[in-house]
């Protein structure tokens, strides 16, 4: 089956993850600029699902959001939160634990974007037209204050994931 809009999300997701493996990818250190790149990435894919995606999904299904919809916006909450604070590699763990699981909810056979592909099957060609037109979402620089960090975990927590048991787990 041909499967445009699944297959443009899946592919910025591995484009996003690729930027965060770059960035990572020496010991001890982060590449300020990949990293940079990556939260921009992140923040307008979730932009594109947030604005158009899952809209026209909802708008489709007669207005009704879909089940896994409200996880997956919790989880949108707290991976924006998690880009406040400088990197750490607990911080990193935990962005690529929740990244792992969110993305699979969306990309697994019958997931989010299974789902939204089959009622927006109608507009496809209008729905990646709007996506091309989409901006970068606005990244501001780091909040090193430890607020920022205890407001990422509390928004963490409400969708569903505890930071240190996360980032302190082998
Ligand atoms: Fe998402
Ligand atoms: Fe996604």
């Known amino acids: 089956m041909n499967k445009p809009l699944y297959n443009f999300f899946t592919n910025d997701h591995h ?36 604005k158009i995606l899952f809209p026209a999904a909802q708008k489709a299904n007669n207005n009704i959001p879909l089940p896994i919809a409200a996880r997956l916006r919790a989880e949108h909450g707290a991976l924006t939160s998690l880009m406040v604070p400088p990197p750490s590699a607990g911080l990193v763990k935990v962005i690529r634990h929740v990244l792992e699981k969110h993305d699979l909810a969306e990309e697994e056979p019958g997931g989010m974007y299974d789902a939204c592909e089959a009622l927006t099957k109608n507009q496809v060609n209008e729905l990646l037209e709007q996506l091309s037109k989409v901006t970068e979402a606005p990244v501001h620089p780091h909040n090193t204050a430890a607020y920022a960090l205890e407001s990422a975990k509390r928004s963490l927590l409400r969708a569903g994931y505890n930071y240190d048991e996360i980032a302190n787990t082998a």
């Open 15 to 50: 484009r996003i993850e690729a930027l965060l493996n770059k960035a990572t990818e020496k010991a001890g250190e982060f590449e300020m600029e990949s990293y940079l790149q990556f939260r921009i990435g992140l923040l307008t894919h979730i932009k594109m699902e947030e």
